[in-house]
């Protein structure tokens, strides 16, 4: 059974900082990993991924050198450093896990693989 859980949402002031965490387990597939976000009324994009082979990472350009996208010890966890946030940063955050044969990159967000609820963030200010 595919499980991907996210955490470390929450309701912060602009400038601050959150770290989400994402763990998955379950599946097999060679897969690169990121995270996307949906705002509300938005379409979902892309905001950082990391290419499981060659460990080359991507970023949303509005997020470049605020965000850090690094995995973790466990072969499919996940983090992302989300520092100086602003509003244009609330949404929901999804940690997806995306065959490798997509070729998945910013502001693209994935439409096969698996993620998980999201954590939701929420920047005020």
């Known amino acids: 059974q595919v499980q991907v859980l996210e955490s470390g949402g929450g309701s912060v002031q602009a400038g601050e900082s959150l770290r989400l965490s994402c763990s998955a387990s379950?599946?097999?597939?060679?897969?690169?990993m990121g995270w996307y976000r949906r705002a509300a009324g938005k379409e979902p994009e892309g905001v950082a991924t990391?290419?499981?082979?060659?460990?080359?990472?991507y970023y949303l350009d509005s997020v470049r050198g605020r965000f850090t996208v690094s995995r973790g010890d466990g072969e499919n966890t996940l983090y992302l450093q989300m520092n100086d946030l602003k509003p244009e940063d609330t949404g929901m955050y999804y940690c997806a896990f995306v065959p490798s044969r997509v070729n998945w990159r910013p502001p693209e967000a994935p439409d096969i693989g698996h993620w998980g609820r999201g954590t939701q963030v929420t920047v005020s200010g």
């Open positions: 379950g599946f097999t597939f060679h897969s690169d």
């Open positions: 990391i290419q499981r082979e060659s460990g080359d990472i």
